[in-house]
């Protein structure tokens, strides 16, 4: 089967990709209003792009309109936002931040989820969530139907025990994040497997508490 994008429309061209090009991560990315309300949404085009410097990103689609989402106007006003890993415990709450609310209503507030102070930006982090990146913007792109910021990580949020900092390792085995498969569906990533070894007997010499 051989289909030239040319050819389709901006809607098929979106559910191709997004449910070809999964599993991925998400970004459960707080912002601070206007008004001073912290405001959360998820996003699934999300990723880490480097790490000299430390530069993740976060593409958010304009509305019909062509407006920008609360998210994004708050991140073009103050150049800043955090990114949140979500867990299992967390994952129906981060769903439910995608619902439409007005400008002035937290997410948080809204789902049950709760704030707490950053170190180096103002908008607050999820106590709930077991990893959180403080971000500056870095640089943004724009195309017809999306903005897309690069955000430089300026401070680590983690759950205590989940990061050995003598080695750096993280401790897997206590760290389950979920992914966004295609359309409405996620899943978990508690099935892991490692290639290392012979193709006769795959072994793994890194114990998975030592990633």
């Not at 191709?16 to 912002?31: D, E, G």
């Not at 991140?75 to 890993?85: C, K, Q």
């Not at 999820?126 to 500056?136: D, G, K, L, Q, R």
Request: charged content about 25%.
């Amino acid at each position: 089967m051989d289909i030239d994008f040319a050819t389709l429309t901006e809607y098929q061209r979106y559910k191709l990709m997004a449910s070809l090009i999964v599993p991925r991560p998400i970004a459960l990315v707080t912002t601070l209003s206007e008004s001073g309300v912290v405001n959360a949404a998820p996003f699934s085009m999300f990723n880490m792009l480097g790490e000299e410097p430390p530069i993740v990103m976060i593409s958010i689609n304009r509305l019909k309109d062509g407006a920008l989402k609360d998210t994004a106007a708050n991140i073009v006003r103050t150049g800043e936002f955090v990114v949140h890993i979500c867990d299992e415990a967390m994952a129906e709450k981060m769903h439910r931040c995608g619902e439409r609310l007005p400008p002035d209503v937290s997410e948080l507030a809204h789902v049950g989820l709760h704030a707490a102070p950053s170190k180096a930006v103002v908008p607050s982090r999820i106590v709930e969530a077991p990893v959180a990146f403080e971000c500056t913007l870095w640089e943004t792109l724009s195309t017809e139907s999306r903005q897309i910021f690069i955000g430089q990580v300026r401070w680590l949020h983690a759950r205590d025990g989940l990061i050995d900092t003598e080695r750096w390792r993280v401790r897997l085995q206590d760290y389950f994040p979920v992914a966004r498969f295609g359309a409405s569906f996620y899943i978990n990533t508690r099935e892991r497997f490692s290639l290392e070894g012979s193709s006769e007997a795959p072994s793994s010499s890194t114990a998975i508490d030592e990633m």
